[in-house]
């Protein structure tokens, strides 16, 4: 229990210290936002500070000329877009991100300039894990109006207190199924899979990747990364789940290169 | 155990500027905060004070006197503007009628002038007709002497 504790309040109170910049002002907004939390909940303050003559549909982040995608977690775009070895000695982190009010990248991101945008993102990304833990997504649709404000007020605000309580409904599995999403470079397609989490990460890995990851135990070629750290390939796949799951219910692995 | 460690461990990375990151972000905040909150007082200190009105009024009537006298000074300066005018055209048509005169007086040489060398090209053509004559006569004199040569080589045989 104080392990679980523990570890889970590291994951959880995780956070990245970010700068940002536009090329027409002098202004630099920095601030600290959490590693499980989205850039859709910043990017409207930081335009208002910036540029607050401009309109948020044109507002994007870019990190050295990659656009970045609001409705991903924080902590998978800055261990995906900065590659850097979790176990290698490393400098102090301020990520210097840049902010744009003009060719929106259509392609590349999708705009959550109304307020619903993310919010219903992110719900269909619960009812999605939830769906392959549990057959079924009733457990999100059957929440009621006020539950769903409270869970998604406490994904707004980072409130773990109100958040506990609908972990150990999120995270369950009753059918021995857990979404995970895989990130390999900037560029490739994002890697979706339903594992077992009897399984161990090496043989998912293994089984997903197998030419980056040819052995089961030993990272030969690459390595995991989730939330910042590395994860030895013997790790359970159900600790995965119960401690390093994200509010999305996915866990998301960002595969670093040796 | 381990994981506990290595988290532990990536916060003492990414948390080194946690603590100047929030002082800087109070501090932004408290700028912007403070800037809006000062509009918001200055315009309610506009709305509440009485002698601002008086002062506006005193504005006003400053604003008509600056008015009037902008007038008038706006005429004085139209008049000069108009003088200006008037003497540049009247310079400008001097100016194109001392270029009407020079032209004309080019146009009077360029015609001496190719008069001039119509005369020239005639002389040249005299010329070159007398060179050509004295240039046939130069070789049927060549001819004879040759052969007055032959006949005196004749001779001495």
Known sequence: MNKQSNTRDLVWNGSLSISVTTESSPLCYMTNIPRLSYIAFILDEVRKILCPNEKLDNCWLEFEGVPLKSHWPIGVLYDLYTATDPDAPRSPVLWKLVLHYDNFPASQLIPCNEPTTFRTLFFNALKESDYVRNKSASYILSLSNSATEELWTSIQKHDFEVYQRFIPRLRSAKYDQLPVRIYITPDTPVVQESVSCKETLGSMLHKTLPKLFPSQNIAVLAKAIVHGISIPLSTNMNLLNQELCYTDGFVHIVIHML | ?157
């Open chain 2, 1 to 157: 155990m381990e994981l506990e460690k290595k988290l532990r461990s990536r916060d003492i990375v990414e948390k080194s500027y946690y603590e100047i990151v929030e002082q800087y972000h109070a501090l932004l905040y408290y700028v912007f905060h403070e800037t809006t909150n000062t509009s918001g007082i200055e315009t309610a200190k506009m709305k509440e004070d009485p002698n601002i009105i008086t002062s506006s009024g005193v504005s006003s009537s400053q604003t008509d006197q600056v008015g009037n006298s902008s007038v008038s000074t706006d005429a004085k300066r139209l008049e000069k503007l108009q003088r200006d005018f008037d003497m540049a055209v009247h310079q400008l048509k001097e100016v194109q009628e001392t270029q009407k005169r020079q032209q004309n007086l080019a146009t009077k040489q360029i015609t001496v002038l190719k008069s001039q060398l119509g005369v020239q090209e005639e002389l040249n053509e005299e010329k070159n007709k007398r060179i050509q004559f004295l240039q046939d006569e130069l070789l049927a004199l060549q001819l004879e002497v040759s052969s007055l040569d032959r006949q005196l080589e004749g001779y001495k045989r």
